[in-house]
């Protein structure tokens, strides 16, 4: 589900496959995870990781 992952502002096309290729597959995914559990996919960094967090968290409150 790639495309449900750049919903989330602050993930594209790239990002979006290399979370789903480390397993991260949904929007609650992301936002049940810990920067940590994000910051080691590749082009993903500790505030990017951060960030997207927030975001698919504020998406999931939207919903």
């Given at each position: ?30 936002a ?5 559990d994000?910051?080691?996919i590749?082009?993903?960094?500790i505030?990017s ?15």
């Amino acid at each position: 589900m790639s495309n449900e992952l750049e919903r989330v502002s602050g993930i594209g096309p790239i990002s979006s496959i290399n979370l789903s290729k480390a397993g991260v597959k949904t929007i609650e995914d992301i936002a049940s995870s810990k920067p940590e559990d994000l910051a080691w996919i590749k082009g993903i960094g500790i505030v990017s990781a951060k960030n997207i967090i927030e975001n698919a968290n504020d998406l999931l409150k939207l919903e």
